[in-house]
């Protein structure tokens, strides 16, 4: 590679990743070399700077066709457009969460790191959004990881923060492992690691050993994918580090790394396994024979997510089971492949991250008010703040999916795209709709608490000020859940954009 | 196939070299056991410890320290790791490589520069 | 020229998986588990390489992955044993078993 | 005679042919230490104005090592009861193998070579970097807390100083483009390393002493703070097995400094090239260890902060500038 | 725009509400009830116009409103929902029924003591899911409006009802939860496979087998949604096995919750059934006329059992609930003009005297705190003129003639005769049945031996309590002696239902 052929590239196409690389580094340098004695808060507002010009800056490249650059290991396409979008939009709420993150003790030393941890780990969901090889996919993936591992542990001195930490490592690891030995297969067999050759090499191989092999490929990389999104069965992880972690930590990875999740399952599936044969003459593809087993995991995660979250007293538990539950919802989706799936999976995750980076914005004051994240210590937050209290109806509403959310036109979309395929599977809708059902039941738990119950004694401790950043969000989600759910139309035009992405399928 | 056999004979010699290294010592021991002496005594088989009687299990709690150099050693070795087919193939690649070798060193210095600042480098 | 097969290979990556898998499962100390992903790790290496030499389609890519996979897999243990020594410093314990404080 | 039978098929042949090779050189390397020692003792008597070794075995004490390796081995063998035994046990060999596997890439000369592979720098480094896992796992092995605070010691100070080790030499793989230490020696025709890459060279030897846990760097086996660091409680030939795995790796050491900054078996000036290489090479290698038995004669014992912070924070630097700047002057001329 | 602004009337109430503090509960009060106005001012005016011949369809509403996918140059219907209002005779009256049910709610909320902002609040946002639901024009949309009620529903039981108020709400959260689930299901499918919710397109779609059918929807399947519409609307009904959460509603929820639910709530599953049940699947539900006969009778003679063994005067009325129901069910299932006037009717009709019976039990729980049938007696003496509005509004729902009740009970069985002389001769039992337990409670409340009474003086009726009841009997009277007042706009929606959806 000489310089003619480096510069021969589009780099204008990597633009909003050298933004938040700069950013993270410029970030990295100041926080290293600024005396202790000053406070890191500003840094915070520099890297949601950072990220809202990466955001200009993407939207500016929303007009340019399809690039490929490094070779097609770097590919900008609609696909990549639309949820690196999603991306960092997430993060620039989950930025502003962590600018007013205030647990008392144990951040303050490390506050630097903890904004632009946040920035390489989205770099990671970039790269991986817009990979075309496996090789970028996997070092995304493990850029996220790793970053995340450290984030789930930055209060070092706070035990439940250590054990999120080191039970996330533990089975990040093991999940990263499995794919990666999945990964091995698929690379073996084909003798490359970019995603658009390998999927042709995919599609002629009518030898049913390779074919044996594929499937277990799949199925390994299967397994870091569920544990990214947090489904079943490799969901065990999520409670426990949902709950320990710092909040916006915790919203960080139920909305962005789940999202990453996704899109890598997504581009994964579509690039490679879509057109592979699934049997030994071609007459079936690989998904058509084997989304069975996908949907059977939607359903048991689905299940277990619902009816576990409701035996949980604390919220961020909850919510940890209920972002199962919603990994699950997006499951059945993908298990039921089809002309809409990339679009629902676009407009849930945008609806998820809104709805529950709002319910964490109210978690993460509460525990600052109160010092509890227990459910209990909602009791009579009606009375104390009404606003809140309405607030945070507003999310579990729209966790709920009821209508008039943003959280219901998804499932509603979940529910067209598992219906027009053909033949649809009745059954995995029936589990979607029933546990559904049974989330009612905690969400309007939550609710109940707030208006019903009266508060505790200890000197109304609720009627806290909320943090100006943390009001941001608030609103951006607030008013995001009830736009989107009443006009879902802005959202579901802007993906019009896309043309249902039709570069990205081919 | 004269050069695979020149390669398969060299690795060859290594594997010699490994036997004997192990071996050495066994027979050396084994030998050894003929001449010296064996005379058991309970004081013999015990810990020193400065001619105190030995308290405690010695396998004491390790300084931190030690696990922050394991985990900064573990680091810059990858980062030779990088290091060496980039310096083997520096020729071919030029001055495109030697911009992304600085640009991956630089990176890792700043956390060098990193672990310096929060005085993980520090023995005390 | 008599060579070593593929499959050879890829059985004793399997075993090597399989091991360090079951140990990254069942064992109780912190360290050793960290130990049997690496372990993993290091069969997806073996993989890799074997393919990239003697798979279907022979090519140098396969080394190159290798060569990320061992750079993260650095990255990774680094990451875990810094948050095993803070988890260490609060909890004095590496047993898996104890980490625990969180599960109702 | 290695020659031609290292282009035959590899079989059982060659492998007993090897073997008996290599047993010969292990013998003479036997020999070797022996005579280390003794002129070790011998310089720092010098130094020291003092005699030392000077009564067994003739005028200069030239028996001394061979009986004090014999009375090594009829000592009795204690292994402590609380000991972890076979890791005890083990914890020699591991020392052992590795200082000695690292002999077989090494050129002395240009046809006295044992393995001539394509890698060998690469291998020097990462055997050589097993040896420490021998010593952790005496000093952990012992169970004593002397030997287990050696034993971390010398662990953290061999990974703290393989790094500059292993990073110095990133500039002569730069300058050659080959890992065989052959093409290094090659390299070095018109000049030698140690004046292209002096900084390389200071950093490299530093860092080997302390790879070596030699004075000033020899915290792991303090006597004066820790007894005998990590063979505290090893005594007979088990003892004698890390003293031998020191000087192995010593001449290891000696023989890489030369190969790679003293150009080797390669003369000094062009027209001195009718002395037979394997002088040479025994000139350089000499004047290479009595530079580090010097060293231990006359620099005191660092202190365990100065020596970690040394590593990192001037060493590691100095050796990461060194590759970018012998980068940037390639590029340039 | 008519339409939208009566559905979306209550809206200014709301907003009003906001703005005042919580402590001035008479200006809630006012503000609450003056805010269900607008809605019953407006559709008393769509009414005047229909009865002076205007047609309905003029005030059909049509907003784009989003789209799934982008197929717009094929087809822009396409997988579009659109925001579309409309009304015929048949939705014309419940929305009627609705508004004026709302307003006599609110004026009977003077019941409620505690926290009136919230509650009116709640009792708005109910109201607007309630009118909008009769006037959708599309599955959407409907469905929106349909779970608009749920939410606001749950938290006015849970809240404001009596001691076991919590779990009578879970159990209407989650029955109505699956209820909702289940239509959801259906109208996804709908939707899926044809790319429209608009419930005129379906029902031409869905039978004829159209043109914007995307996906073949096989007769099994047609079947299968059928009986999915059937649960899910049955929940609402309730019909027989799916009633329970019903029950405990109507004894633990607020009186004038209790009056609108069982005045509109209840009604929406009629409506659903008939809407779209026999609307876009007239055939189907044609070949299950039969189970749904029986289902009728089951819910009729069911509950009137059951009511009948009722000591909670709460009770029986809900068990009555069921039990009428059930004759909405049979006229439904007889197929023919008559039948499907008769369940209409009675669905219109039970929500009048429904509403005023749970008003007086309000009235009678307040002044005595009871409602147990062996507490209760000889109010007569003590407060003569509420009895009299018992007496009345039990002779009503026995189907008395000159009242509501009768014309609806009369052309539903006359129907069910027609086709099925048999179900009817049955059906008949639990009529009479229906006499027997709805004398045996009022008069038990009536006459008989003094028993509260002697506890503490009672008042008779006073202000505002007098507008619902005369109104509301007004209103029943005025049906029974004069029925075309329901028959002429409701003429139109049967005869669609019978000859074209029936095709």
């Not at chain 5, 599953?269 to 539900?285: D, S, T």
Request: glycine share 8%; net charge neutral.
């Amino acid at each position: 590679m000489d310089i003619e052929t480096l510069l021969s590239f589009n780099w204008g196409a990597m633009m909003p990743e050298f933004i938040i690389l700069g950013v993270l580094t410029v970030l990295c340098i100041i926080d290293l070399l600024m005396p202790a004695k000053y406070s890191r808060r500003s840094l915070g507002w520099f890297a949601i700077a950072g990220v809202l010009v990466a955001i200009v800056s993407l939207l500016s490249l929303i007009p340019l066709e399809t690039t490929s650059i490094l070779y097609d290991t770097f590919r900008l396409d609609s696909f990549a457009k639309a949820f690196k979008l999603v991306l960092l939009f997430g993060m620039l709420l989950v930025l502003l969460l962590a600018e007013s993150y205030r647990p008392g003790e144990g951040i303050e030393e490390t506050r630097g790191e903890f904004y632009y941890l946040f920035l390489t780990a989205l770099l990671g969901t970039m790269v991986m959004a817009s990979s075309g090889d496996l090789i970028t996919l996997f070092v995304g993936l493990e850029l996220l990881s790793v970053s995340s591992y450290i984030l789930a542990g930055i209060r070092k001195r706070h035990l439940q923060s250590n054990e999120a930490a080191m039970k996330y490592v533990i089975n990040g690891s093991i999940a990263t492992a499995i794919t990666l030995f999945g990964m091995s297969y698929l690379y073996g067999l084909t003798g490359t690691t970019n995603l658009t050759e390998m999927g042709s090499m995919m599609e002629q191989m009518l030898n049913s050993q390779f074919q044996y092999l594929f499937g277990v490929a799949f199925f390994m990389m299967l397994v870091g994918f569920s544990f990214k999104i947090a489904s079943a069965p490799f969901h065990m992880w999520a409670p426990d580090v949902y709950q320990g972690a710092p909040t916006p930590v915790t919203a960080f990875l139920s909305v962005i790394s789940k999202a990453a999740g996704f899109i890598i399952m997504l581009r994964i599936i579509i690039f490679l396994y879509v057109e592979a044969p699934g049997d030994a003459v071609g007459a079936f593809d690989f998904m058509e024979i084997n989304h069975v087993y996908i949907a059977v995991l939607a359903g048991v995660t689905m299940v277990i997510g619902n009816v576990v979250a409701l035996r949980q007293s604390n919220i961020k538990r909850m919510l940890a089971y209920s972002s199962i539950a919603h990994a699950g919802y997006l499951l059945v989706s993908i298990a039921t492949l089809g002309y809409f799936t990339s679009s629902i999976i676009w407009f849930y995750l945008v609806a998820y991250m809104l709805m529950n980076v709002g319910a964490f914005a109210i978690v993460q004051h509460m525990q600052e008010k109160t010092g509890s994240t227990e459910i209990d210590s909602y009791a009579g937050l009606y009375k104390s703040n009404p606003l809140l209290a309405v607030t945070m109806s507003i999310f579990l509403l729209s966790m709920a999916g009821i209508p008039g959310t943003a959280g219901f036109i998804g499932k509603m979309y979940i529910f067209i795209g598992t219906f027009s395929v053909n033949p649809s599977n009745y059954v995995l809708a029936a589990t979607l709709i029933g546990t559904t059902v049974i989330s009612y039941v905690y969400y309007i738990g939550v609710m109940k608490q707030m208006f019903f119950r009266p508060a505790f004694e200890q000197g109304n401790p609720n009627r806290g000020r909320i943090a100006p950043s943390l009001l941001i969000v608030l609103s951006i989600c607030v008013l995001g859940t009830i736009i989107f759910g009443i006009i879902p139309g802005i959202a579901l035009d802007f993906l019009g954009e896309f043309k249902q992405f039709d570069d990205f399928v081919e | 196939m004269d050069l695979w056999n020149w390669y398969q004979n060299n690795y060859l010699i290594v594997v010699v070299f490994l036997c004997l290294g192990v071996l050495l010592p066994v027979v050396a021991l084994s030998l050894g056991k003929l001449l010296r002496p064996f005379k058991p005594n309970p004081a013999k088989y015990t810990t020193f410890e400065s001619g105190v009687e030995p308290f405690h299990d010695s396998r004491v709690q390790f300084n931190v320290r030690y696990y922050m150099f394991a985990i900064l050693f573990v680091i810059f070795d990858v980062e030779t790791v990088f290091l060496y087919p980039w310096a083997v193939a520096y020729e071919k690649l030029g001055i495109v490589a030697l911009i992304e070798m600085l640009i991956f060193v630089f990176m890792l210095f700043i956390g060098l520069v990193y672990a310096w600042k929060k005085k993980v480098l520090k023995w005390t | 020229m008599t060579s070593i097969p593929l499959s050879a290979y890829l059985t004793l990556a399997l075993i090597l998986f399989c091991l360090g898998l079951y140990g990254a499962l069942t064992k109780k100390n912190i360290v050793i588990v960290l130990l049997c992903v690496e372990l993993m790790l290091n069969a997806v290496n073996i993989n890799l390489v074997a393919f990239s030499k003697l798979g279907p389609v022979p090519s140098i890519t396969g080394q190159v992955f290798s060569l990320f996979t061992i750079s993260v897999a650095a990255a990774e243990v680094a990451v875990g044993l810094a948050i095993l020594l803070a988890l260490y410093r609060n909890k004095k314990s590496v047993n898996i078993q104890e980490v625990n404080t969180m599960r109702h | 005679m290695i020659e031609g039978l290292i282009h035959e098929p590899a079989g059982l042949k060659n492998f007993g042919i090897f073997f008996l090779l290599a047993t010969l050189f292990l013998l003479f390397i036997l020999g070797f230490v022996t005579y280390a020692i003794l002129s070790e003792r011998k310089v720092l008597g010098f130094m020291q104005l003092r005699y030392g070794p000077s009564h067994v075995g003739g005028k200069w004490g030239l028996l001394q090592t061979v009986a004090d390796v014999l009375k090594l081995l009829i000592k009795e063998d204690i292994i402590p009861k609380l000991a972890d035994r076979p890791l005890f046990i083990l914890a020699p060999v591991i020392a052992f193998a590795p200082a000695f596997m690292v002999l077989a890439v090494i050129p002395f000369t240009d046809n006295m070579q044992f393995a001539d592979i394509g890698i060998g720098l690469l291998y020097y480094i990462a055997i050589s970097g097993i040896s420490v896992v021998g010593v952790v796992s005496a000093g952990w092995a012992s169970n004593n807390k002397y030997s287990l605070i050696g034993g971390m010691r010398a662990a953290a100070q061999m990974i703290s100083y393989e790094i500059p080790l292993v990073m110095s030499v990133v500039g002569i793989i730069l300058l050659t483009g080959s890992l065989n230490l052959n093409d290094i020696v090659a390299a070095q025709e018109n000049y030698w390393f140690v004046l292209l890459q002096p900084l390389a060279f200071l950093i490299f030897i530093i860092a080997s002493v302390s790879e070596l846990n030699r004075t000033p760097f020899d915290l792991p086996e303090a006597e004066s703070e820790l007894v005998a660091g990590y063979h505290t409680e090893y005594s007979g030939f088990r003892w004698a097995f890390f003293m031998l795995a020191e000087y192995v790796y010593l001449f290891a050491m000696g023989a890489m400094t030369t190969v790679l900054f003293l150009g080797g078996w390669l003369p000094l000036f062009s027209f001195l090239d009718f002395i037979p290489g394997a002088v040479w090479f025994a000139l350089k290698f000499s004047v290479v260890i009595f530079v580090i038995i010097w060293t231990r004669a006359t620099f005191p014992r660092m202190r365990a902060d100065h020596l970690m912070e040394f590593g990192w924070k001037v060493l590691l630097p100095l050796a990461l500038a060194n590759i970018f700047i012998t980068a940037i002057l390639k590029e340039l001329f | 725009m008519i339409l939208p602004i009566l559905i979306f009337s209550p809206i200014a109430g709301i907003l009003l509400l906001l703005l005042i503090r919580k402590d001035q509960e008479r200006l809630i009060k006012w503000v609450g009830t003056a805010a269900t106005l607008p809605a019953l001012l407006l559709s008393l005016y769509l009414y005047m116009q229909f009865r002076a011949g205007e047609k309905l369809t003029q005030y059909d509403i049509r907003l784009d409103w989003f789209r799934f996918g982008s197929f717009e140059q094929f087809d822009p219907n396409l997988y579009a929902v659109r925001f579309e209002l409309g009304i015929d005779g048949f939705s014309l009256v419940m929305l009627l029924l609705t508004s004026l049910l709302c307003t006599l709610a609110a004026i009977a909320s003077v019941q409620i003591k505690k926290e009136r902002k919230g509650y009116f609040l709640l009792f708005l946002i109910l109201q607007i899911g309630m009118l909008g639901v009769f006037a959708s024009e599309n599955l959407i949309l409907f469905f929106l409006f349909f779970e608009l009620t749920l939410i606001p529903m749950f938290f006015l039981i849970s809240k404001w009802g009596y001691e076991k108020s919590k779990q009578a709400a879970y159990s209407f959260l989650v029955y109505n939860g699956l209820g909702s689930a289940v239509l959801l299901i259906v109208i996804m499918i709908l939707f899926a496979k044809t790319g429209t919710s608009n419930i005129a397109v379906l029902q031409q779609v869905i039978p004829n087998g159209g043109a914007t059918l995307i996906a073949n929807i096989t007769p099994e399947m047609k079947y299968g949604l059928l009986i999915a519409l059937l649960v899910a609307f049955g929940v609402k009904l309730p019909i027989f096995p799916l009633h329970t959460w019903m029950l405990n509603v109507h004894v633990q929820a607020p009186p004038p919750i209790v009056m609108l639910h069982a005045g509109v709530l209840l009604k929406i599953g009629a409506f659903g059934l008939i809407r779209f049940g026999m609307g876009i699947f007239p055939e189907q539900f044609n070949s299950l006329s039969t189970y749904l006969l029986i289902l009728g009778l089951i819910n009729l003679l069911f509950g009137a059992f059951l009511a009948f063994v009722q000591n909670d005067f709460k009770m029986v009325l809900a068990y009555s609930s069921i039990s009428h129901m059930g004759i909405v069910l049979l006229g439904l299932g007889a197929q023919n003009e008559a039948g499907l006037q008769g369940a209409i009717f009675q669905v219109v009709s039970h929500g009048l005297i429904a509403a005023l019976l749970f008003f007086i039990v309000g009235l009678l729980y307040e002044r005595t705190s009871t409602t147990e049938l062996s507490k209760l007696g000889g109010l007569a003496k003590t407060v003569p003129v509420l009895s009299g509005f018992l007496l009345v509004g039990g002779l009503a729902s026995l189907g008395l003639p000159g009242m509501s009740g009768f014309i609806s009970e009369f052309t539903a069985f006359l129907g069910v005769f027609e086709n099925y002389p048999l179900y009817a001769g049955i059906g008949a039992l639990g009529l009479i049945l229906t006499a027997v337990y709805m004398l045996r409670a009022v008069l038990a409340i009536t006459f008989g031996e003094r028993k509260v009474g002697a506890v503490r003086p009672v008042n008779d009726v006073r202000g505002a309590e007098w507008m619902p009841l005369i109104i509301l009997t007004g209103v029943i009277i005025l049906i029974g002696v004069y029925p075309a007042l329901l028959q002429n706009p409701i003429y139109d929606t049967i005869g669609f239902l019978l000859t074209e959806g029936g095709g």
